[in-house]
């Protein structure tokens, strides 16, 4: 089976931009999660989708937002980019929300910076 | 409360030792606490899960150890490996969630 896939792998944008990531989950998983990882502040969630629909989100702000297409597949968008989001940024995908599929896998990341 | 600590924040290990990676945590409805281990420019990768209910959980060379009353749990790498240099992080999700909450991560260095 293929892992994880995100694009693109790298981007680099300016402050006041917006960005748009996206992420395919391994076939057959239903839930996608994100994080950011950072050196500061290492690796933080920032929101979890299963069939479409948000069922948790970390504490960033409304700048940073995402979906989930019935495919699985999912997209995070950062809109009024500052310098601080430049992170690399993790999708997980599982077999299902919480209960006893709780492993997560990663894909490589996709690695922002903004200038 | 929903942190998780980490520590040592850096390990170096003489090829062959047991590398000992340790985690702390508070909040008692974590019900599910992974490691996973991370190569520069890749994604973590899960090395070893283990649940509350259980206190050593074995898969090769790596060993998980849990003490619920303590809320600590541990990573040992026995014989460690040049191959095993890189970050480790412990994290922990809440009963009925997928959100990983994680450790500050362990930069851990294997000397040949």
């Known amino acids: 089976k293929a892992g994880v896939t995100q694009t693109p792998r790298y981007l680099i944008k300016t402050r006041g931009q917006q960005v748009t990531l996206s992420c395919s989950p391994i076939?057959?998983?239903?839930?996608v999660s994100w994080y950011q990882q950072t050196p500061g502040q290492g690796l933080q969630f920032l929101f979890e989708?299963?069939?479409?629909?948000?069922?948790n989100k970390g504490n960033f702000p409304g700048r940073f937002s995402g979906r989930q297409f019935s495919n699985s597949r999912s997209e995070m968008n950062v809109s009024t980019l500052e310098l601080g989001d430049s992170a690399l940024y993790l999708c997980?995908?599982?077999?299902?929300?919480?209960?006893?599929?709780?492993?997560?896998?990663f894909g490589p990341g996709t690695r922002l910076l903004v200038l | 409360q929903q942190q998780v600590k980490q520590s040592p924040q850096s390990l170096i290990v003489q090829k062959g030792g047991i590398s000992i990676i340790n985690c702390a945590y508070e909040?008692?409805?974590?019900?599910?606490f992974p490691w996973y281990q991370q190569f520069p420019g890749k994604g973590p990768a899960l090395l070893i899960a283990?649940?509350?209910?259980?206190s050593e959980k074995k898969e090769g060379r790596f060993t998980i150890s849990f003490n619920k009353s303590a809320k600590q749990f541990s990573l040992h790498i026995m014989d460690s490996q040049p191959g095993d240099s890189a970050t480790y992080f412990c994290?922990?999700?809440?009963?009925?969630?997928?959100?990983?909450?994680f450790g500050q991560g362990t930069r851990l260095t294997i000397n040949p």
């Open positions: 989708y299963f069939s479409e629909t948000q069922r």
């Open positions: 997980a995908s599982s077999l299902s929300a919480g209960g006893l599929s709780k492993t997560q896998y």
């Open positions: 283990i649940r509350p209910d259980v």
């Open positions: 909040n008692t409805a974590f019900d599910y």
């Open positions: 076939s057959g998983h239903r839930s």
């Open positions: 994290a922990a999700t809440f009963q009925g969630a997928q959100k990983l909450v």
